[in-house]
């Protein structure tokens, strides 16, 4: 549960908060915000990738058992 949180709330609004940030401090240091903004698509990348990983799974999990579940069914 708290991997869900962290995943799906998280770290994409820290990652947004912080993408922010260095939005107010470009004017002051171009090239630490551009080395912010890469940090930051990195981050929002792997946990794109993440939740897609974690939704691809629970959905092939979610249809083996069904599909067991109705195999069972139609046997008994």
């Given at each position: 549960?708290?991997?869900?949180?962290?995943?799906?709330?998280?770290?994409?609004?820290?990652?947004?908060?912080?993408l922010?940030?260095?939005?107010?401090?470009?004017?002051?240091?171009?090239?630490?915000?551009?080395?912010?903004?890469?940090?930051?698509?990195?981050?929002?990348l792997?946990?794109?990738?993440?939740?897609?990983?974690?939704?691809?799974?629970?959905?092939?999990?979610?249809?083996?058992?069904?599909?067991?579940?109705?195999?069972?069914?139609?046997?008994?």
């Amino acid at each position: 549960m708290f991997e869900d949180w962290l995943f799906h709330v998280l770290l994409p609004l820290a990652a947004y908060a912080v993408l922010a940030c260095a939005a107010l401090a470009a004017r002051s240091d171009e090239r630490g915000a551009l080395f912010t903004v890469g940090a930051v698509a990195l981050l929002l990348l792997y946990t794109g990738i993440h939740n897609a990983w974690d939704t691809v799974t629970h959905l092939v999990f979610v249809r083996h058992e069904q599909e067991e579940k109705q195999g069972d069914e139609r046997d008994g």
